[in-house]
T-cell receptor, first 112, second 116 residues
Framework: KQEVTQIPAALSVPEGENLVLNCSFTDSAIYNLQWFRQDPGKGLTSLLLIQSSQREQTSGRLNASLDKSSGRSTLYIAASQPGDSATYLCAVMEAAGNKLTFGGGTRVLVKP | AAGVIQSPRHLIKEKRETATLKCYPIPRHDTVYWYQQGPGQDPQFLIS???????DKGSIPDRFSAQQFSDYHSELNMSSLELGDSALYFC???????????????FGPGTRLTVL
């Protein structure tokens, strides 16, 4: 059974610092990996999708890497802003099926 | 751009009542997914439909059923509600297509169900 873990569970940084969020998964037979942002009580906003054949994806200040063989993905957010404060979730889609298995999320606070 | 629409946004029910949640996918998306997110928990997959047929099933209680209609909207029917069913219910949609590509899932704003 696929298990997804995110470390740290919470992170607090001053504005301007770079953020590094980690995601690990136990079964490397994945189809893709998605990073989401969730504001309190709100829906999930898709940030980046990495296919299993890719090693990284970039969108603006966001960069996500994927090392499928070691079961790891990292989300980098450059020059953090208070508006980046949210919970960030990673989710993997296995090679078989189309469901997403989520990690527990990292709660980020960017202090002005 | 059009997003996934869910209704209602909030729902309050008593124990043992029934509830129906609706989901309208992004236009031209052929696959819908339902997830349940309990308080302080990560989303858990319930069920998905592709072209009106169930395509995958997760930890969905037998008291719940779902279907996808000819216009691709989906409904999640929940009966004999329990206190533990209180959660945020998300619908997501994606375009799978004939080639069977499993693309990015886009989530709706969720329906917050409170069972009293």
């Amino acid at each position: 059974k696929q298990e997804v873990t995110q470390i740290p569970a919470a992170l607090s940084v001053p504005e301007g610092e770079n953020l590094v969020l980690n995601c690990s998964f136990t079964d490397s037979a994945i189809y893709n990996l998605q990073w989401f942002r969730q504001d309190p009580g709100k829906g999930l906003t898709s940030l980046l999708l990495i296919q299993s054949s890719q090693r990284e994806q970039t969108s603006g200040r966001l960069n996500a890497s994927l090392d499928k063989s070691s079961g790891r993905s990292t989300l980098y957010i450059a020059a953090s802003q208070p508006g980046d404060s949210a919970t960030y979730l990673c989710a993997v889609m296995e090679a078989a099926g189309n469901k997403l298995t989520f990690g527990g999320g990292t709660r980020v606070l960017v202090k002005p | 751009a059009a997003g996934v629409i869910q209704s209602p946004r909030h729902l309050i029910k008593e124990k043992r009542e029934t509830a129906t949640l609706k989901c309208y996918p992004i236009p031209r998306h052929d696959t819908v997914y339902w997830y349940q997110q309990g308080p302080g928990q990560d989303p858990q997959f319930l069920i998905s439909f592709y072209e009106k047929m169930q395509s995958d099933k997760g930890s969905i209680p037998d008291r719940f059923s779902a279907q996808q209609f000819s216009d691709y909207h989906s409904e999640l029917n929940m009966s004999s509600l329990e206190l533990g069913d209180s959660a945020l219910y998300f619908c997501a949609s994606s375009l799978v297509g004939l080639a069977g590509a499993r693309d990015e899932q886009f989530f709706g704003p969720g329906t917050r169900l409170t069972v009293l």
